[in-house]
């Protein structure tokens, strides 16, 4: 049973960019893993291909435009398809301060993940790190263009 184990990682950074233009970012599904020149369309499921880490289908959940989008992929699971038990679920929001816009992201679901504890901590620990990085590639990456 899992008893330490958090649930859920959060991040958020201010970014010197307009929303429209972090908007059109945080839009292409799977971006924090590869390009994959999608438009995030609520229900559809894209594959974003590592050649690190693999494929993995990422599927948008929700859309509100311009200020969330969730999506929900396997991390763990690297290549499978979607199902119950092996995704996890990334939630960005966006909101304007001064001139910028404020992106926070959610990764929540770790502790329902199927496996064993390993897997779970695992996948919390790599991706823990991951968003950290991601986050700071992403306000680069939207500053630069603005």
């Known amino acids: 049973m899992t008893t330490d184990l958090q649930d859920s990682i959060e991040r958020e950074t201010l970014i010197a960019a307009s929303q429209d233009r972090v908007w059109s970012l945080v839009t292409e599904p799977g971006f924090w893993v590869a390009p994959t020149g999608a438009e995030a369309v609520t229900g559809e499921t894209t594959v974003a291909h590592s050649d690190e880490y693999g494929d993995y289908p990422v599927r948008v959940e929700k859309i509100d435009p311009k200020s969330y989008v969730s999506y929900r992929w396997a991390s763990a699971y690297s290549g499978q398809a979607l199902r ?37 901590r695992g996948a919390f620990k790599d991706n823990d790190g991951g968003w950290r990085e991601v986050m700071d590639a992403f306000k680069k990456r939207a500053e630069e263009a603005a």
Not at 99 to 120: H, K, M
Request: charged share 30%; aromatic share 6%; proline share 3%.
């Open 84 to 120: 119950e038990g092996i995704t996890t679920l990334i939630e960005f929001t966006l909101t304007p301060e001064g001139d910028g816009t404020r992106l926070r992201v959610v990764e929540s679901g770790f502790t329902a993940l199927e496996g064993d504890e390993e897997l779970r």
